[in-house]
C-alpha cells in the first residue's frame, strides 16, 4: 500500500468513526435522559449483527463548514429476524441527536435513494421516526430550505405508489412534526412509544402562533392521542425496545412483497384436533348479553397469539393477526363488549383499511360476525355513516384473498353484508348453534310491525319481549340453514379443524377481476 492511500484510508477511518459519534457524548446523554435510544442503539436492536450496510453515511449539511453526521439520519440495510425467518428490510432511523432530526437536503436525498432501493428490491421499508421535521434552523442556505421543500414532495408521492407493493411500517419513537408525520400517515403500520413520540402537521410552537391554543406536545399528539381517538397510531408501546420487539411481530405475519405469501410457521399441536369445551362457555345463553370477542379469538388461534392492531380505538371491532395451524391469517371480528359490537364511523374505518392491509399481501381473512348492523342515528348520519360504511363494503367485496366468516351469534342488515356475507363470496360461510342471519334483530322488527300494539299496551317491554321471543325461532340458524345460504352449521370445539381445512384448499385461490385502473373508493 503506498503511503498515500494508507493515509486517506486512515483518514476516512477516522471520519467515519466520528460520524459514528453522530451529536456527540452529551447530545446522546440528553438523548437517554429523555428515556430514548440513538439511532444506532436502535438499529442494533432491529439488525441481525454484522448485516447492516449503510447508505450515504458521508453525507453533511450543505453550506456549513461542520460536519452534520450523517446529516441527521441513518440510512441503509440489513436482515430482521422476525422469529420465523431472517429477511431483508431497508431501514431510515432518525437520530433526534443531529440537528434534531431534521429533514434536510442531503437527508432528503439519502432517504429518497433509501426509498428506491427498497422498491427495486421489493424488501419492506422501516422508518425509525425521531425528527422534529423540516429544517428551518441551523446553517446552510435559504435555497436549500427551498429546494428542501420542493423535493420533499417526492417523499409524498413515492410513499403512496410503494404502498400495498412492500410493507411499510413507522416506529414512532420521538417526535414526528409537518413532513415526518405523513411518512406515518401513508405507512401500514405505526407503532408509538408512550411518552416520547409525538405526531402532528404541527408543533406546539406553530399551533400557539397560529391559532392560539396553548398545549403540551403529548395533548397535540402524543400516543395517547392517536392510539385513542385519532386511530392514526396502530400500538401504544412502553419503550423503544418494545417498539423493535411489535415492529418484528408485525413482520412476521408478512411476505417481503405483494407477490409473495407470508410464510407458514411451524405449529405445535393437531390441527385437526377439537378445542376444548372452555370454548362453549364464552358465549353466553342471553343473546342480548355482552362478551368479550377476545375471549373466543383465543381459542381460535395457535397457541392463544393474537396481535391485535388499534386495540384502543374503534374498540367495537378487532382487527389483527393471528395463526391457524401456522398460516397467517387477518381477524376481523365484532366485539359486543362495546357499543353492542354495532359498526360506526370508527368501527367502519378500521375495518376497511385493514382489509386492504390484508389484501394488498395475500393475507387471508376471517370474519367473526356477531353484528347489530350498523350505527343510526341523526349524529351518524350526519357523520357520514353512509360514506365510511362503503368503505367497508368496497373492502370486502373487492378482497381476493381467501375470506371464511363464522357468524358467532348474530349477522342482521347490512352488518351481515359487511361482515362478508354471502353475496360478498366467502369461501367459507358457517356458524355456531343459536346464530341468528335477519334483516333486523327480532325487537326491531317487533317495535316495526306491532307499533300500534305496543302504543296501546299497558306493559309496552313486556310485550316487546314477547312478541320477539315468538319471532326469534323463525330467523334461527337452523331454520336459515334449510334454504341452503350457509355452508354448515358446527360445533364451536371444531372451528380450527373446518378452518385449518378451509386454508389448506384455498391457498392457491385466484380470482378475475374486469380490468381497470382502480375502484372510486368512498373516502
Not at 9 to 22: D, G, T, Y
Not at 316 to 335: C, D, K, L, M, Q
Not at 379 to 407: D, Q, W
Request: hydrophobic share 40%; glycine share 12%; proline share 5%.
Amino acid at each position: 500500500m503506498s503511503n498515500n492511500m494508507k493515509q486517506e484510508v486512515e483518514n476516512l477511518a477516522r471520519l467515519r468513526e466520528e460520524i459514528k459519534q453522530m451529536g456527540g457524548e452529551e447530545a446522546v446523554k440528553k438523548q437517554h435522559g429523555r428515556g430514548k435510544l440513538t439511532a444506532r442503539e436502535r438499529l442494533d436492536l432491529l439488525i441481525e449483527k454484522g448485516t447492516f450496510v449503510e447508505v450515504g453515511m458521508l453525507g453533511s449539511e450543505v453550506g456549513v463548514d461542520k460536519l452534520v453526521p450523517a446529516d441527521g439520519v441513518i440510512t441503509g440495510y440489513g436482515k430482521v429476524n422476525d422469529g420465523i425467518r431472517s429477511r431483508d428490510v431497508a431501514v431510515a432511523a432518525y437520530d433526534f441527536t443531529v440537528r434534531g432530526g431534521s429533514m434536510g437536503t442531503v437527508n432528503e436525498t439519502k432517504v429518497t435513494r433509501l426509498r428506491a432501493i427498497a422498491l427495486k428490491e421489493r424488501i419492506p421499508m422501516i422508518w425509525l421516526n425521531d425528527s422534529g421535521g423540516a429544517r428551518v434552523s441551523g446553517g446552510g442556505l435559504a435555497g436549500e430550505r427551498v429546494a428542501l421543500f420542493a423535493d420533499s414532495g417526492y417523499l409524498f408521492k413515492e410513499e403512496s405508489l410503494m404502498s400495498g407493493i412492500i410493507p411499510l411500517i413507522v416506529g414512532m419513537m420521538g417526535p414526528g412534526y409537518a413532513g415526518t408525520a405523513y411518512i406515518p400517515g401513508l405507512s401500514d403500520f405505526v407503532p408509538m412509544v408512550k411518552g416520547t413520540s409525538f405526531m402532528g402537521l404541527g408543533g406546539p410552537a406553530l399551533v400557539e402562533s397560529v391559532i392560539r391554543e396553548k398545549l403540551t406536545e403529548d395533548e397535540l399528539g402524543g400516543s395517547k392521542v392517536h392510539c385513542e381517538i385519532s386511530g392514526c397510531g396502530d400500538l401504544e408501546v412502553n419503550s423503544d425496545e418494545e417498539c423493535i420487539k411489535v415492529i418484528k411481530e408485525y413482520l412476521s405475519f408478512f411476505p417481503q412483497h405483494c407477490d409473495e405469501k407470508p410464510q407458514r410457521k411451524e405449529s405445535s399441536g393437531d390441527p385437526m384436533a377439537l378445542i376444548d369445551d372452555g370454548i362453549l362457555n364464552v358465549i353466553p345463553d342471553n343473546p342480548r348479553e355482552a362478551y368479550d370477542m377476545h375471549d373466543l379469538t383465543k381459542y381460535i388461534v395457535d397457541d392463544g397469539y393474537f396481535f391485535e392492531m388499534k386495540p384502543k380505538w374503534g374498540r367495537n371491532i378487532i382487527v389483527g393477526f393471528g395463526r391457524i395451524a401456522g398460516y397467517s391469517t387477518g381477524i376481523v371480528a365484532n366485539n359486543p363488549m362495546f357499543y353492542g359490537g354495532v359498526i360506526d364511523i370508527d368501527a367502519a374505518d378500521k375495518a376497511a383499511r385493514f382489509i386492504w392491509l390484508c389484501d394488498a399481501f395475500n393475507i387471508p381473512l376471517l370474519f367473526l360476525s356477531d353484528v347489530p348492523g350498523f350505527m343510526v342515528g341523526s349524529k351518524a348520519e350526519k357523520s357520514g355513516i353512509i360514506r365510511h360504511g362503503a368503505k367497508l363494503v368496497h373492502a370486502v367485496a373487492e378482497a381476493t384473498v381467501p375470506k371464511f366468516t363464522v357468524i358467532v351469534r348474530k349477522a342482521y342488515g347490512a352488518g351481515y353484508y359487511a361482515m362478508c356475507g354471502r353475496a360478498f363470496d366467502p369461501d367459507l360461510l358457517i356458524a355456531y348453534p343459536g346464530a341468528e342471519i335477519s334483516v333486523m334483530g327480532p325487537e326491531g322488527m317487533v317495535s316495526i310491525f306491532a307499533r300500534k300494539q305496543l302504543a296501546e299496551a299497558e306493559n309496552p317491554k313486556e310485550m316487546l319481549e314477547h312478541l320477539a321471543q315468538e319471532i326469534r325461532p323463525q330467523i334461527n340458524i337452523l331454520k336459515t340453514a334449510r334454504f341452503g345460504i350457509i355452508d354448515d352449521v358446527i360445533d364451536p370445539r371444531e372451528t380450527r379443524r373446518v378452518l385449518f381445512r378451509a386454508l389448506e384448499f384455498t391457498k392457491d385461490k385466484k380470482i378475475f377481476r374486469h380490468p381497470r385502473k382502480h375502484g372510486v373508493y368512498p373516502v
